[in-house]
Every structure is written in C-alpha cells, then in structure tokens.
C-alpha cells in the first residue's frame, strides 16, 4: 500500500469495536456477558435501524492489521471506555456442532454525547472497573493484551445513525492472527522465490497498523517499525 487510506469521520460520537473468536481462551474471565436479545427486540432494532441514513465502508476491509495504539489513540481522540460484554453467538451456515457457535467481545467508546438513562454506561463500567480492582486485575491492561497478542482482520463502517446515535464508527475485528504463542513473538522461515525455505527466520508483521488520530480521522498505514525489535 503506497499511501495510508484516510477515512474522516470526526462527527462520530460513538466508537464501537467488536471481537470475533473462534473459542474463548483469549476472553479475560472478569467480562460480563451480554443480556440475549429477545426476538421482538431484534426486529423493532432491525426495523429502527432501517429507516436511518444507510452506513458506509471506510475502506476495503484489511487483513493482519495491528491495533496496538487503539485504546490510547480513542483516549486521546476524547473518547471514554463506557462498556465491556461478551456474548456466545451462532453461526448461521450449518457448520459441525462443535464448531456451531463464536465468541464476541464488544468495546463501547463514548464522547459523552450519548448519555441517556438515569445510569450512564460509563458510571457502570465505572463500576465494573473498581470491583475488579479490588480483586487485583487491571481491567485496561486486560483489552490491551487482546489488542496486543494478535493482528486482525478488520471491517470499518461508518454509521451517520444508530439507535438514535447522531454518527457511530463500528469495527468488526474477525478471525485474529497470533502475534504470540505461550507469550512468545511468533517467527515464520523466511522463503526464497521459489517457495523454499532459507533457513532464516523472521518475526510475524502486521500489514497495516489501525490508527485513530486526535482529529478523529481513521487511518489505515503500513506498519511504523518492524515488530520484535523491542521484544
């Protein structure tokens, strides 16, 4: 990729990523799961949701991609953390049993524009925080060694309405590839031209790197340095 890929979505008031895992090792214990949609509230969400403005791609979707720098570039973008659930979900194209259903995890950022409710999300997620604190885990550093330990195949919208949500970004994170294995920087032989292996051996690299600029800009760039040199 010559040039890095911008995408200007600054009047976003919501940032929303979502994990996709195979299985749920990767998943901190301490994040709550998500309360079942009901049928009737699937619909009446589908039905909202269709009478908005359409969303739009911010660009093709990229595979390997690092997202080391998300949380402190959603930071320093103005966003704060206002809630962590997770939820186990079905795959709809008839695979095996025991491959019938994935894990999520999903991160809600907030401007705080979108406050409603007597309870904001973030006095809740406040909470979740101080309990776990109590217990000696560090709910942040938690999210960061998901973001850390793998490079991902990403989706970006951009949504100018969600449930009366005035601009929402949503990042679908799918399908992750190990960074580490049992904590340790991933090397892969290096090949020739022809396919075969030269007995050297490098570091796994990330195509691009996901950032989020303080201006709110989306930019999706080669990687900034070569990872492993600071392991």
């Given at each position: 990729?010559?040039?890095?890929?911008?995408a200007?979505?600054r009047r976003?008031?919501?940032?929303v990523?979502?994990?996709s895992?195979?299985?749920?090792?990767r998943?901190?214990?301490?994040?709550p799961f998500d309360?079942?949609?009901?049928?009737?509230e699937?619909?009446?969400?589908?039905?909202r949701?269709?009478?908005m403005?359409?969303?739009h791609?911010?660009?093709?979707?990229a595979?390997?991609?690092?997202?080391?720098?998300?949380?402190?570039?959603?930071?320093e973008?103005?966003?704060?953390?206002?809630?962590?659930k997770?939820?186990?979900?079905?795959?709809?194209?008839?695979?095996?049993?025991?491959?019938s259903?994935?894990?999520?995890?999903?991160?809600?950022?907030?401007?705080?524009t979108?406050v409603?409710?007597e309870?904001?999300?973030?006095e809740?997620?406040?909470?979740?925080?101080?309990?776990?604190?109590?217990?000696g885990?560090?709910?942040?550093?938690?999210?960061?060694?998901?973001?850390?330990?793998a490079?991902?195949?990403v989706?970006?919208?951009?949504?100018?309405?969600?449930d009366?949500?005035?601009?929402?970004?949503?990042l679908?994170?799918?399908?992750?590839?190990?960074?580490?294995?049992?904590?340790?920087?991933?090397?892969r032989h290096?090949?020739?031209e022809?396919?075969?292996?030269?007995?050297?051996?490098?570091?796994?690299?990330?195509?691009?790197?996901?950032?989020?600029?303080?201006?709110?800009?989306?930019?999706?760039?080669?990687?900034?340095?070569?990872?492993?040199?600071?392991a």
């Amino acid at each position: 990729m010559s040039a890095p890929t911008l995408a200007p979505v600054r009047r976003a008031n919501k940032v929303v990523v979502k994990f996709s895992l195979a299985n749920d090792k990767r998943i901190p214990s301490w994040i709550p799961f998500d309360e079942a949609e009901t049928e009737t509230e699937g619909v009446q969400r589908r039905t909202r949701n269709s009478a908005m403005a359409p969303s739009h791609r911010l660009f093709a979707p990229a595979s390997e991609v690092s997202l080391v720098r998300l949380l402190d570039d959603l930071d320093e973008a103005g966003y704060s953390l206002v809630s962590v659930k997770r939820k186990v979900c079905k795959h709809q194209n008839g695979k095996a049993a025991h491959k019938s259903t994935y894990h999520t995890v999903k991160l809600i950022f907030s401007d705080d524009t979108d406050v409603r409710g007597e309870k904001t999300p973030l006095e809740t997620f406040k909470s979740l925080c101080a309990v776990n604190a109590e217990r000696g885990v560090n709910v942040v550093g938690d999210l960061q060694s998901l973001l850390d330990e793998a490079f991902w195949n990403v989706v970006a919208y951009y949504n100018p309405h969600e449930d009366g949500v005035q601009g929402m970004v949503s990042l679908n994170l799918n399908v992750p590839t190990d960074r580490y294995s049992n904590g340790v920087l991933i090397q892969r032989h290096v090949k020739d031209e022809q396919g075969n292996k030269t007995g050297e051996r490098r570091y796994v690299q990330p195509k691009f790197e996901l950032l989020f600029t303080p201006q709110r800009d989306v930019l999706l760039v080669e990687p900034l340095r070569a990872y492993g040199e600071d392991a």
